[in-house]
C-alpha cells in the first residue's frame, strides 16, 4: 500500500497476457478473508471496466482462474481504480498453479521494493514477466520421477580419507552402499549434483548413510537440514531453500528414502546441498526429484489449415510455411517423382504452449486424384473444401519425440483455378421503325407541293461474346504454383 495506514486496498482492473500479447480472460475471482462493500466486490477486477473496481477492507489476497484454462503468462497490468492513491498496492506478489490440488508457485515477486504505480486514476501499470529462467511452472501434463546422476556427476567440498570420486566416502548416489562422508562436520559443507541438462526441479530425494563400514551405528549419520541452491553454470547460484529438513532419524532403515519438495519448481542444471545441522557425522545420499512431460499419443485430427508450400519440379525441392492449431511453422524437404518429404517444423513460442516445443513432423505423401483414392473419406474431403476431381497428395504424418508419438494419415491438395474454356455468342435482333418526311410534287414543276409521312421499318442486329468459365485441377507433375490446405 502506499500507505501502509490505510486500512482498504483497491484495484480497478486486473488484465494478463499470453507471450504473444493476447489478453486471456480471468473468471471466479474471490478474496478468501477480505470484507468488501456491495458493489466492490472481487469480480469486479475482471469485468472490463476500469470504472469499477475491487475493494478489501481486509487487504487480503484475490485469487482468479484463467477462463480458457491453462497459459504461458507473458505480462499482467494493474489498473488504478478511482479513490485516493493512498489504496493502490505498491509491493504485491503474482503466483499460479496449475489446479487446486497443486501448491501456489511465485510467477512474480515484487515484494522487495516500491513499485512505480501511477498517481493518476484509472491508469495502467504493466508489468513483462521474466519467465526464462528458474521460475516458470511448466503448463504441460507432468509426471514426477527420481533422477540419480552417476557418481562422477557429483561434486563434495571434502571428502572423509580423501577418497576420489566414486571411491569409498565420495559415493552419493541413492542406491550407494556408502554415501558421501565430508572430511569434517562443519556448517557449510556442501555437495554438487548435475542433472546433465537442465531439468523442472521441484524436489530432492535424501537417504541416511548406507550400512557397510566398520564404524558401529554408520546409519545413525546423516543430514538433519540442507540449504538448497540450483545455477545452470556453476558460478551464480539461486537459493531455492534456506533450510529444508530432510526428516531423517538416526538408527531407522537406511532403505527408507525421503521425498522433500521445494516451495517453487525451478529449472536448472546443477543443485547444490549445503549442510546446516547433521547428527553423528555429516554423511548423505541424494538424487534430485524431477518433473517430466507425459509421453502422449497424437489423435488424428479433423481439421485443415493452410500452408503455403512453393515445391520446384527442376531442383526437386519445396519450401513453404503456415500455422494451425499448435503453432507456427516452416516446411522445407524433396518434391521428386510425384513425393513429397517433407519436415514441418514448428516454431518454439507460438500457438498452443501445451502442444507447441519447437518440434518437427515428418510428412510422406505421394500424388494422386484425392477423391478416387479415399472414397470412403469423400464426403470429408467435400467438407474440408476440396472439389471432386481435385489432385493432391496422400500419405501420412510422423512424430518421435520425447512429448510426442503418434502418426496418422494426412492429404494436401491445390486450390482450383478458374480457366476460359470457351465463348457463347448471343445475337439480338430488334425491329425499329422510324417516321420519315417525303416531299411530292404534284404538278411536275420541280418543287414540293406537299409533304407525306412515311413509316419505315428496319432490323437492328447485334451480337455479344461471353466467355465459358471452367474449374481446372493444378497438375501436381508439374511446376506447381503456392498451393494451400493441408488437411490432417
Not at 60 to 71: D, I, M, N, S, V
Request: with cysteine; glycine share 10%; charged share 20%.
Amino acid at each position: 500500500m502506499r500507505d501502509p495506514c490505510c486500512n482498504c486496498l483497491q484495484i480497478a482492473q486486473l488484465v494478463v497476457f499470453d507471450v504473444h500479447g493476447t489478453s486471456l480472460p480471468l473468471t471466479d475471482a474471490t478474496n478468501p478473508g477480505g470484507r468488501n462493500p456491495p458493489g466492490e466486490e472481487p469480480a469486479k477486477a475482471l469485468d472490463g471496466t476500469p470504472t469499477t473496481k475491487w475493494l478489501d477492507f481486509h487487504r487480503e489476497a484475490l485469487e482468479c482462474r484463467l477462463a480458457k484454462g491453462a497459459a504461458v503468462l507473458g505480462k499482467y497490468m494493474l489498473v488504478t481504480a478511482n479513490d485516493c492513491p493512498e489504496r493502490d498496492p505498491i509491493r504485491w506478489v503474482l503466483e499460479g498453479r496449475n489446479s487446486a490440488a497443486d501448491p501456489w508457485r511465485v510467477l512474480d515477486d515484487k515484494s522487495g521494493a516500491d513499485q512505480p504505480m501511477p498517481d493518476a486514476r484509472f491508469a495502467a501499470h504493466e508489468v513483462v514477466l521474466q519467465l526464462t529462467g528458474g521460475h516458470q511452472p511448466s503448463q504441460l501434463p507432468s509426471i514426477e520421477r527420481v533422477l540419480n546422476p552417476p557418481e562422477e556427476a557429483r561434486q563434495y567440498s571434502s571428502v572423509w580419507e580423501g577418497d576420489a570420486i566414486g571411491q569409498g566416502h565420495a559415493r552419493s548416489m541413492l542406491d550407494s552402499p556408502q554415501g558421501w562422508s565430508a572430511g569434517q562436520n562443519c556448517v557449510g559443507e556442501w555437495m554438487v549434483i548435475d542433472a546433465g541438462n537442465v531439468v523442472r526441479l521441484i524436489g530432492i530425494v535424501v537417504t541416511t548413510r548406507g550400512d557397510s563400514g566398520t564404524w558401529p551405528h554408520v546409519a545413525d549419520q546423516l543430514v538433519e537440514t540442507l540449504r538448497v541452491e540450483v545455477s545452470d553454470n556453476g558460478v551464480a547460484w539461486l537459493e531455492v531453500s534456506a533450510g529444508l529438513d530432510t526428516g531423517l532419524k538416526p538408527s531407522e532403515d537406511s532403505t527408507r528414502q525421503a521425498h522433500l519438495r521445494l516451495p517453487t519448481e525451478v529449472r536448472a542444471r546443477l543443485v547444490r546441498l549445503t549442510v546446516l545441522a547433521w547428527h553423528a557425522h555429516i554423511s548423505l545420499r541424494a538424487g534430485l526429484l524431477i518433473a517430466e512431460e507425459e509421453e502422449v499419443g497424437l489423435q488424428p485430427r479433423d481439421t485443415a489449415h493452410e500452408i503455403v508450400l512453393q515445391p520446384d519440379g527442376v531442383s526437386g525441392t519445396a519450401v513453404g510455411n503456415g500455422f494451425d492449431t499448435v503453432g507456427t511453422f516452416n516446411v522445407s524437404g524433396e518434391f521428386k517423382m510425384a513425393r513429397l518429404c517433407l519436415t514441418k517444423q514448428y516454431v518454439l513460442g507460438t500457438g498452443d504452449p501445451r502442444e507447441n516445443s519447437g518440434h518437427a513432423v515428418e510428412l510422406r505423401l505421394i500424388a494422386s486424384e484425392l477423391h478416387a483414392a479415399l472414397p470412403e473419406r469423400s464426403a470429408e474431403l467435400l467438407r474440408w473444401g476440396a472439389p471432386l476431381g481435385v489432385v493432391g497428395f496422400y500419405g501420412t504424418w510422423h512424430i518421435r519425440t520425447r512429448k510426442y508419438s503418434g502418426d496418422a494419415e494426412m492429404c494436401l491438395w491445390l486450390p482450383p483455378v478458374p480457366v476460359v474454356i470457351g465463348y457463347t455468342i448471343t445475337q439480338t435482333v430488334t425491329n425499329v421503325q422510324t417516321v420519315q418526311s417525303v416531299a411530292i410534287d404534284t404538278d411536275g414543276d420541280g418543287k414540293a407541293d406537299t409533304m407525306m409521312q412515311q413509316v419505315v421499318n428496319q432490323q437492328v442486329v447485334t451480337q455479344k461474346q461471353d466467355a465459358v468459365v471452367g474449374i481446372q485441377m493444378q497438375n501436381v507433375m508439374g511446376a506447381l504454383p503456392q498451393s494451400r490446405m493441408d488437411a490432417v
